[in-house]
Antibody
Framework: EVQLVESGGGLVQPGGSLRLSCAAS????????MHWVRQAPGKGLEWVAN????????YYVDSVKGRFTISRDNAKNSLYLQMSSLRADDTAVYYC????????????????WGQGALVSVSS | DIQMTQFPSSVSASVGDRVTITCRAS??????LVWYQQRPGKAPKLLGS???GLQSGVPSRFAASESGTDFILTISSLQPEDFATYYC?????????FGGGTEVALK
């Protein structure tokens, strides 16, 4: 059974940093592109970042470029999102999600999602 | 960026009703459009697309189709578990973008 479990969320002050983790199991993690998607309270979904299987290519939404870094450790079956210079509008539930394209460059959608990690940015 | 316009933003319906949700892209996305269902407090769930079909386990009362430049999700006979928010997402190019969502609520 595919499982994605996020951790590392919490309350952080504006300008602060936080690192989210996503532990993957039930599939060969290193074969799949992975994504982060977020959802502000009461709002819709926003894609945040994508990383290829070997970590060599990464894409970001403009609003987080230069502040967030997506990475992965295939030996640990883990995905990460390092967030810095956090702002109030980064407050959201952050979901780790799998791209369904095994081995390829990605089909750019999400077939499995974690339960989400809440990040609150407030003073 | 590709903007996704989804409508209606909300719909009130009864069990057994037929519900149609439409999504339109600001430019061509070559049919790379998928649909998700999100129940309150839960992660989104992939329903499928008109090109790849429905995901395994998704009831056949759900159907994804296209009409011209419109992408359509139809629920043929609404069931109690279908009251949720539905999102479309273009899978054509980065940045990946979602429609604003359609809340299907009980009338």
């Amino acid at each position: 059974e595919v499982q994605l479990v996020e951790s590392g969320g919490g309350l952080v002050q504006p300008g602060g940093s936080l690192r989210l983790s996503c532990a993957a199991s039930g599939f060969t993690f290193s074969n799949y592109c992975m994504h982060w998607v977020r959802q502000a309270p009461g709002k819709g979904l926003e894609w945040v970042a994508n990383i290829k299987q070997d970590g060599g290519k990464k894409y970001y939404v403009d609003s987080v470029k230069g502040r967030f870094t997506i990475s992965r450790d295939n030996a640990k079956n883990s995905l990460y999102l390092q967030m810095s210079s956090l702002r109030a509008d980064d407050t959201a539930v952050y979901y780790c999600a799998r791209d369904p394209d095994e081995y390829g460059n990605g089909w750019y959608y999400f077939d499995y999602w974690g339960q989400g990690a809440l990040v609150s940015v407030s003073s | 960026d590709i903007q996704m316009t989804q409508f209606p933003s909300s719909v009130s319906a009864s069990v057994g009703d037929r519900v149609t949700i439409t999504c339109r892209a600001s430019r061509g996305i070559t049919n790379w459009l998928v649909w998700y269902q999100q129940r309150p407090g839960k992660a989104p769930k992939l329903l499928g697309s008109s090109t790849s079909g429905l995901q395994s386990g998704v009831p056949s009362r759900f159907a994804a189709s296209e009409s011209g430049t419109d992408f359509i999700l139809t629920i043929s006979s609404l069931q109690p578990e279908d009251f949720a928010t539905y999102y479309c997402q273009q899978a054509s190019s980065f940045p990946l973008t979602f429609g604003g969502g359609t809340e299907v609520a009980l009338k």
